[in-house]
């Protein structure tokens, strides 16, 4: 009975909190909170909003880097599967997709940021020879007023979305086969594979790629990172009202918090438009024929740039690293003339509250999550259902920006006297952590061959039976990678633990992007590679415990 | 083991819309297989949805299927007493052979260890409890799973075309066991195949459904 609501509990739970937000973000957007001594509907916020110095120029890198950091990472990984072939690099790249996705993303930020600066690791290795430079140049190549570095550290982190979606996407498209028919016709591999995989393959990921466009055009522990300062970015701007000591800033946040909702959509429908317009010239590209030209070009740039964004990437996990224990570091020398542990044991007695609180919310979140998922795909199984059309609203707390309705969220907590707790916390987190659990284990649930239960309950299992007994540790696996996926998720998570836990709440993530504006590199390096490594260390468990409880049969090797 | 049944199909007709896909009455005696042959499409796997209890519910289905005289279509799959024999072996992966064989062994049967060791001697694979599933071969596998269906002491069996992806000369030496085991333990059976010689060895009536 309690699994029937299953699927019902879930799209509430998704729903009621987002649409309750927006409208606690709606209505002290026309001034009216009671609280505040908001009584009634004004348009002050917004006259307040349009005169901040530089709210245009705000909003306009918001839409931008949105737009470019998806078209790009879209390019990339799109260029990637059809140049893939199968050898080696192809195969290491794949294997190297988890633990990337697994980075969060104010880690991979600084990685970045690191690598990147002025006094960077890429700065020294060119310098002085190819730069002449012998002192760092006076340059400002992190938070550049254009939102390039930005855009790069949005790069790095989707492709790895993008890329697992695609390759989750694809079997069902049967691939191989359409590129070898299209093949005998004369196509060059790359060419076919644009040709006649990809335009059936872009449906399949359009809604995670909606995803990424509301989620880039809205971050905010990245753009804290490596986006611009004056003015920063829409989002980090509402942060900043939102967080001001001076209560009367609420009205302006709510009415940026509607603002930013409108930057998103309008940035959905820019490239909802681009999306006809792109159909249209593949269209004609595909009608016209060309069977070779342009082949080698598309296969160069398959590798070339996957490769680009993956060694940037794992470069700046590397630089975290050498500065959590570098001593004395002259510039432009590559490497620190000395190492110390110094760093570590000064940070080491601060790490244990955050790390513990980091954990406690992630497991919650994650299991609570968990038990939900399961709950709704084995309703699913048992009634014989279809997966019903409702589900895409497990997308929405991931299309609607965060800062949008989590920022009315917190205010209605407030306005029901929560005090914020890790539970409230965890409550936020599950948010964005079910719909990347439902979506990771759905796949392999709906995938399981169904004889496997009808024979369980042939011979005479219960339907609970089956599930316990069959279903459960034959998708151990699965469930356990979704685990994995959920916990990373909530580890990465930085807006939710700041507006939710009203900033009593500190978290691995919270601690090192709020290091982001003091600059000391080394401390920030020791926060960072912490933040990196502890969904790394789930993965490494889904991967592992397995393989331990299976050692001894062969069937559950890479089962589902 | 030698408890006598009877399985009973009354007017059973199963509908998909307006489409009539099957219709059927008979009657299978203990020890007795009955074969419905048909070409694929025929809505045999249908009717042994329908049987089994597992027919998806965009179905109707009309009639009545007794069994031992007790009306059992409404009720749930576990609780028919209907056994199934599909075209694989599917031996549960995570278990051993002998964690295979007791997984549909009765609650309340004592001794399962002694009825688990004895059960693999009866098919010749005596000390094979520990293995690992995945380490037999196919001939082991599918008698490893008649075993398992037979210890599940079910009131009537169904099969699912289960010769039909063996090599050829293991065949014929499993259909024997099969049917001589059924045949001994006084189930009635009902096979569903679309090889006449299946059918030839089932020794029983034989249906043909047309489409």
């Known amino acids: 009975m309690m699994l029937r609501l299953a699927p019902v509990l879930l799209v509430a739970l998704l729903v009621a909190p987002i649409l309750a937000g927006l409208g606690m973000a709606l209505l002290p957007a026309f001034g009216y909170l009671p609280a505040l001594g908001g009584d009634s509907l004004s348009l002050a916020p917004w006259r307040a909003l349009f005169a901040e110095p530089g709210i245009w120029r705000s909003a306009t890198i918001s839409l931008a880097s949105g737009l470019l950091a998806t078209a790009i990472s879209l390019a990339v990984v799109l260029l990637y599967l059809a140049a893939a072939t199968g050898s080696r690099l192809d195969r290491w790249i794949r294997r190297l997709v988890s633990p990337l996705l697994s980075i969060p993303h104010a880690a991979a930020a600084f990685g970045l940021a690191f690598l990147i600066a002025p006094s960077g690791l890429v700065a020294r290795l060119a310098s002085p020879g190819l730069t002449g430079w012998e002192r760092p140049p006076d340059l400002l190549i992190v938070q550049d007023p254009w939102g390039l570095s930005l855009i790069a550290g949005l790069v790095i982190k989707e492709i790895p979305f993008l890329l697992l979606m695609s390759l989750a996407a694809l079997p069902q498209l049967d691939p191989e086969r359409r590129v070898a028919m299209a093949r005998s016709l004369g196509y060059r591999p790359t060419l076919a594979w644009w040709k006649v995989v990809a335009p059936s393959l872009y449906p399949l990921i359009r809604l995670p790629v909606y995803a990424v466009i509301a989620y880039a055009s809205s971050v905010v522990d990245v753009a804290m990172i490596l986006g611009p300062t004056l003015p920063p970015t829409l989002a980090v701007s509402i942060l900043g009202w939102f967080s001001d000591p001076d209560l009367d800033k609420r009205f302006l946040a709510s009415a940026g918090a509607i603002l930013q909702l409108g930057v998103t959509a309008t940035a959905l429908a820019i490239w909802w438009g681009l999306e006809r317009l792109v159909a249209r010239l593949m269209g004609g590209w595909i009608a016209r024929g060309g069977r070779r030209r342009g082949e080698t070009g598309l296969h160069v740039a398959g590798k070339l740039w996957i490769l680009l964004a993956t060694v940037i990437a794992f470069f700046g996990i590397a630089g975290l690293a050498i500065h959590s224990v570098a001593g004395f570091w002259r510039f432009p020398d590559a490497l620190p003339g000395s190492f110390t542990a110094a760093h570590w044991a000064r940070v080491l007695p601060s790490l244990a509250g955050p790390v513990a609180s980091t954990a406690l919310i992630a497991l919650c979140a994650t299991l609570l999550a968990m038990v939900l998922a399961l709950a709704a795909l084995e309703n699913e199984q048992r009634t014989g259902r279809h997966p019903s059309r409702a589900l895409w609203l497990l997308y929405l707390p991931l299309i609607v920006p965060q800062i949008a309705f989590l920022f009315g969220l917190a205010v209605v907590m407030e306005q029901l006297g929560t005090r914020p707790t890790l539970a409230l916390v965890a409550f936020g987190h599950l948010l964005f952590v079910l719909p990347y659990v439902f979506l990771s284990l759905s796949e392999a649930y709906r995938r399981f061959d169904p004889r496997w239960s009808r024979l369980a309950l042939t011979l005479g299992a219960s339907c609970n039976g089956a599930f316990w007994r069959v279903r459960l540790p034959m998708l151990l696996a699965p469930i356990l990678t979704a685990l994995a996926v959920g916990l990373a998720v909530s580890i990465g998570q930085y807006l939710p633990t700041q507006l939710l836990g009203g900033g009593r709440v500190t978290t691995v993530t919270t601690e090192a992007v709020s290091l982001a504006a003091g600059g000391n590199r080394r401390v920030i390096g020791v926060w960072a590679l912490v933040q990196a490594c502890l969904p790394l260390a789930g993965f490494i468990l889904a991967v592992g415990l397995p393989r331990l409880l299976w050692s001894r049969r062969r069937g559950m090797q890479g089962a589902p | ?211």
Not at chain 2, 26 to 47: Q, R, Y
Not at chain 2, 73 to 86: D, K, Q, T, V, Y
Not at chain 2, 146 to 155: E, G, K, T
Not at chain 2, 174 to 198: C, I, K, N, Q, Y
């Open chain 2, 1 to 211: 083991m030698n408890a006598t049944h009877r399985l009973e199909l009354r007017d059973i007709c199963i509908q998909l819309g307006d489409q009539v896909l099957v219709e059927l009455d008979a009657e299978i005696g203990p020890g007795e297989v009955l074969t419905v042959m048909g070409p694929s499409g025929s809505g045999k796997s249908t009717l042994l949805a329908y049987l089994a209890g597992f027919l998806a519910p965009e179905f109707r289905a009309g009639g009545q299927v007794l069994l031992d005289g007790h009306d059992i279509s409404g009720l749930p799959a576990e609780r028919r007493g209907i056994g199934l024999l599909f075209q694989d072996p599917l031996l549960f992966p995570h278990l051993s052979v002998a964690g295979n064989l007791r997984f549909g062994m009765p609650r309340d049967s004592t001794d399962k260890a002694a009825r688990v060791d004895k059960a693999l001697a009866n098919i010749g694979l005596a000390g094979f409890g520990d293995r690992d599933p995945a380490t037999l071969s196919g001939g082991q596998k599918a008698r490893v799973a008649l075993m398992r269906l037979l210890l599940s002491a079910p009131c009537a069996v169904l099969l699912d075309e289960p010769f039909s992806k063996l090599d050829t000369h293991l065949r014929h030496e499993m259909r024997r066991l099969v049917f001589d085991r059924l045949r001994e333990a006084g189930l009635p059976s009902l096979l569903v195949t679309h090889d006449g010689e299946d059918a030839e060895d089932a020794g029983g009536r034989v249906i043909e459904l047309s489409h």
